[in-house]
């Protein structure tokens, strides 16, 4: 297919309403972006992207319900069907960009031609021009040749790749992310200017690099794909240097590689609708690099989690993200074996975290097959079960049978230090009997302690 050809297209009727709605107004409006890259690939599209000559107050105006976000002059219109909305952009053009990272200013313009000059690859810088919404015939407006690209399997910028790199440096993460999701090679000049313009990543919000690593570890291709093609780019070691040390660091696994490929592997083995947790895995052995020098990675585990969660902080993640990935990072070493105690199981749990578990054993189970390791009979997978069969004990403090303020009342003893003190040694003696936990038992417990 190439510029100016037919093409229809199905299109949802809710689609067809916005479409029409504008043009009936005197604007042009097309479809542009991912949605027409995946028709053209003949996929169907995740969502509908619409241009359109119309500003932003005409675009609001003519829907009503419709969410105007500035300043970037998409409107998003509601579905009547319930669909996720069909996001309608005015046609824009950028003018100067100082800092790698925003334009300067964005204008609305007129022409559809300018507004595709700004996209940042051929393949997305194609658009759908209807003819008759009524039965979807249109035309492809294709001026950079992007239908050709995806059909050679190549990923090129529009216009000079050097300037466009250096106006927005997401792109070069864009790049890396296009290309491996859809299987491209990138066109050699691409290339060149990716490479020469890496260092201008740094320069990039943690928020906007997190989402793009999101949407990479969102993907159906596998992780090290994209991570691979981000190192022999020169943009990891820009955007993740805690990676790249890993890289070289030897370790004594039944798969060939070093620490950095047994983290790609570890990514790819954990599922794409878990984004956050395929990134645990992919940071999870981070502490290999500073804890070499004994030869055994001695508190890699420890070290890992300060470096994971400086790494995420730096992206500006959520805490609560930071959290968990601190967390799995920190536990992922446990060594299960089969003379653990019931007791054992519990304080086990505890340390961990009830809500940490599921999460825990799916990496420990890719960290396994990313190292190449079978699980010998009696390994983490009996723990697992055994951690069922103790979910109902008392685990927590709140779940002793005494509060701190029973203590309080019954031995006298003033609110503070000490009463913490006593319900940590109750909750330890609850959790290696749990039989323990009755009101009776706990106070003639704390009274023994307290005189003790
Ligand atoms: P996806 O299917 O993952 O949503 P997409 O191509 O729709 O892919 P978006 O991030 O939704 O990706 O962007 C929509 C369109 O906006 C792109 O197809 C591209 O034309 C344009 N675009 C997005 N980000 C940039 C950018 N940083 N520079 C230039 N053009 C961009
Ligand atoms: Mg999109």
Do not use: C
Request: proline share 7%.
């Amino acid at each position: 297919m190439r510029d100016g050809d037919p093409l229809r297209i199905d299109l949802p009727p809710a689609l067809a309403a916005v479409l029409d709605a504008l043009r009936h107004g005197g604007d042009e409006a097309v479809l542009v972006g991912g949605s027409v890259r995946d028709l053209v690939r003949g996929d169907k599209p995740a969502d509908w992207d619409v241009a359109t000559s119309a500003p932003p107050e005409t675009v609001a105006a003519l829907f009503p319900g419709a969410t105007w976000e500035n300043p970037f002059g998409t409107v998003t219109v509601r579905d009547p069907a319930g669909g996720r909305g069909i996001e309608v952009t005015t046609y824009r053009v950028e003018v100067g960009y100082r800092d790698q990272r925003r334009p300067d200013e964005v204008r609305w313009g007129r022409l559809l031609a300018d507004d595709l000059a700004r996209r940042d690859f051929t393949i997305n810088a194609m658009a759908w021009l209807p003819d008759e919404t009524a039965d979807g015939s249109g035309r492809l407006v294709d001026p950079y040749g992007g239908a050709g690209d995806l059909e050679a399997g190549l990923l090129r910028a529009v216009g000079d790749p050097d300037e466009r790199f250096n106006e927005d440096a997401l792109r070069l993460l864009r790049a890396v992310r296009l290309a491996t999701r859809f299987e491209l090679r990138i066109d050699p000049p691409t290339e060149v200017a990716i490479r020469a313009n890496a260092p201008k990543a740094a320069g990039l919000s943690g928020e906007r690099v997190r989402d793009e690593l999101t949407r990479i570890l969102a993907g159906a291709a596998p992780p090290s794909h994209a991570f691979g093609l981000m190192e022999r780019l020169g943009l990891l070691e820009v955007l993740l240097p805690e990676l790249v040390a890993l890289r070289g660091v030897l370790q004594a696994k039944r798969l060939e590689g070093d620490a950095l490929d047994h983290s790609l592997r570890t990514a790819d083995a954990l599922p794409a609708t878990d984004p956050v947790l395929r990134l645990a895995g992919l940071l999870h052995d981070l502490g290999k690099a500073t804890t070499l020098a004994d030869g055994h990675f001695l508190h890699h585990d420890r070290d890992g989690a300060v470096l994971a969660e400086l790494v995420l902080q730096r992206l500006r993640a959520p805490r609560a993200e930071v959290t968990r990935v601190g967390r799995l990072v920190r536990h992922h070493m446990f060594a299960y074996t089969p003379d653990w105690t019931d007791a054992a199981v519990r304080r086990f749990v505890r340390r961990v975290g009830v809500d940490l578990l599921p999460d825990l054993f799916a990496l420990r189970a890719a960290d396994d097959v990313a190292s190449g390791v079978e699980e010998p009979p009696g390994g983490w997978r009996v723990l697992r079960e055994r951690v069922a069969a103790v979910a109902n004990d008392p685990l927590e403090a709140q779940q002793l049978a005494m509060t701190g303020d029973d203590l309080v009342a019954q031995l006298q003893i003033p609110p503070g230090p000490a009463i913490g003190r006593l319900l940590a040694a109750l909750l330890d003696a609850v959790l290696e009997d749990p039989t323990l936990n009755s009101r009776e038992q706990l106070l003639a417990l704390a009274r023994a302690m307290a005189s003790g």
